[in-house]
């Protein structure tokens, strides 16, 4: 690498929400874009307001809860609308002062990203924008990611970066990053072949706790309520050996033993792609711990797939069961029904998982939705001998479900993304409060 090269910076934003924890949360899309420009020499820096581990963090055991963990917090006010909400709001993250204290030990950049995730995360991001240009007003800062993607216009409007680049990485990005560093930047490999791309350049956190592995990108569904066929249009799968090179690459040079999938559609088409990937792992012998907070598909889950699972070092599973009850005026999804999530309980239970490890998400808070089939749902999970795990609807603009969403809405979800934050139950049906969601939270929990 040559230090004439030009020097980006490289930033991971703050959250300003109700809750956020660190649940193996990283940017795989900014590390992503890291490993790709590192290899065509660039000299890069990394700022994670995030970071858990930050010298001046109070001490906390990285690899306690297999590398999760609690955000710093600092209290904020509400934003205007969100005030009357019962819970503290505050900014997740590293303290403000030693933000500008790193930044400015840093040499100057010629370039600044800024990754996005949740779209009612925007404060945050806007706030680090800020922060950003305090410290280098000349420099151009490019903002990209999951909120950028979904929220363009209002991110251009809002964030107060120089460009806002929603979208994959491709041949556009490549012309802006050369654009703004006036050089030529031009990945030697094709951009659309997963598995030619350079290794996310994850040595570039402080600690590595748990590494993130994408072996697809997108999902051959398309949910009502989920945005991931705007986000990815195409599904495309990794080479199965590939994975297994990347998987055992960090375990070996840099010891990392949890991982976590961030796949959409790990299980789809199995046979050639997760059955591979799960006999690899087998045979190098690695002792290894994965985790798939995303959840797998409940329907291609049969005794072998299980089994393989097991061996593999599979410990935390999460299951996307959305209901138990599917009522057919809802036709929000047909991804499983009953029957198939108790065939692949079965297998599971048989294969050794436990309820202290293995859990189904069922969404609640969705536009009319009554809480009944979600009592009902709970009872039928719970009866597998699996944990039923709550998972909050958020409404996500470009997906199927927005407009109705929109139009049960309490808030303006169009006017302002904060408004769509799941904390606050944006759609909740008239029969909702907080104390049911307590009394909903009470049910799930299963006898030791
Ligand atoms: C992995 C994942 C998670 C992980 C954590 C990820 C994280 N970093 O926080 C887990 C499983 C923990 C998770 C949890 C949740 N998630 Co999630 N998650 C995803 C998922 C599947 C993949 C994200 C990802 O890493 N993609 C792969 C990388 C390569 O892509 P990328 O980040 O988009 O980056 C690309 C571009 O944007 C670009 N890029 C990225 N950064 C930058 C920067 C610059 C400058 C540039 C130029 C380009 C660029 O390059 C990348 C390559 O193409 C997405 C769906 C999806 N298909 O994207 C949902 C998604 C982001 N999650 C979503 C939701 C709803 C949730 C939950 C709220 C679910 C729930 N009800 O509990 C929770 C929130 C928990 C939390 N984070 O605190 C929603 C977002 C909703 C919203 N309003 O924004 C999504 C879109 C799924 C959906 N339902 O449609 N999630
Ligand atoms: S909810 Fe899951 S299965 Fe449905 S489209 Fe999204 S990623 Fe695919």
Redesign the pocket.
Known sequence: MTTDRPHILLVNPWIDDFA??D????????F??AGMLRDQGFRLSYIDCLDRFHPRAPRSDPYARHGRGPYLKTALNAPPGLEDIPRRYSRYGIREAWLYEDLTALAPPDLI???S????WYPGVKATIAALRRIFPHTPI?????????CQDHAERTAGADQV?P???DAH?ADRISQYLGVGYRPDFDLKDLDAAPYPAWDLRRRLTYV?I?TS???PFNCA????RF??PRYRQRRPEIVVEEILFWHRSAGVRDFVL?D?AFLIGAETHALPILEGIIRSGARLRFHT??ALHIRTIDPTTARLLARAGFHTIRLGLETAVRRKQDGYDRKVNLDEFVAAAGCLRKAGFTPQNTGAYLLIGLPGQPLEPVVASIEAVKAQGIRPIL????P?PH?RLWGEAVAHSRYDLEADPVF?N?AIFPCQPESFSWEWLSRLKEMTRMAA
């Open positions: 956020a924890y649940v193996w949360a990283q940017p795989l899309g900014l992503m874009l990203l800024v990754t995730m949740m779209t009612y490019l903002l990209g990611g999951i909120y950028a993607t979904l680049v979208g994959p990485i990005l993130p994408l990108l997108g999902c309520y989920c945005a991931s986000l990815q961030y959409d907070p995303n998972a909050y609807y958020t996500i997906s769509s799941n």
